[in-house]
């Protein structure tokens, strides 16, 4: 059975600072792509940060330089950091696994999603 478990979210004023944790089981992580996404309330899933297996990141502009995605295969879990957080920031973010097998088939798996809130 596969889970990916978010934590880490919570209250944080502008400019402050949250770290989320992604634990996974029932993959084999080092083989995933690994990212975050959020959804804000009315809006739709976008992505924030990704990293591939082989440790390349990517992020939008309007995370870009705020954000940091990471991994560690040894506890198979991936992290988002995120400083200078803005209001605009608040959403639900959720941790997401993909990988495609030798034969083309797509596994994606999603975390339950974890509250960020950043209002003073």
């Known amino acids: 059975q596969v889970q990916l478990v978010e934590s880490g979210g919570g209250l944080a004023q502008p400019g402050g600072s949250l770290r989320l944790s992604c634990t996974t089981s029932?993959?084999?992580?080092?083989?995933?792509?690994m990212g975050w996404y959020r959804q804000a309330p009315g809006k739709e899933r976008e992505l924030v940060a990704a990293i591939t297996s082989g440790g390349i990141t990517n992020y939008p502009d309007s995370v870009k330089g705020r954000f940091t995605i990471s991994r560690d295969n040894a506890k198979n879990t991936v992290y988002l950091q995120m400083n200078d957080l803005k209001p605009e920031d608040t959403a639900v973010y959720y941790c997401?696994?993909?990988?495609?097998?030798?034969?083309?088939?797509?596994?994606?798996?999603w975390g339950q999603g974890t509250q960020v809130t950043v209002s003073s």
């Open positions: 997401n696994a993909h990988y495609i097998a030798i034969d083309r088939t797509l596994y994606r798996y």
């Open positions: 029932g993959i084999i992580f080092s083989r995933n792509d």
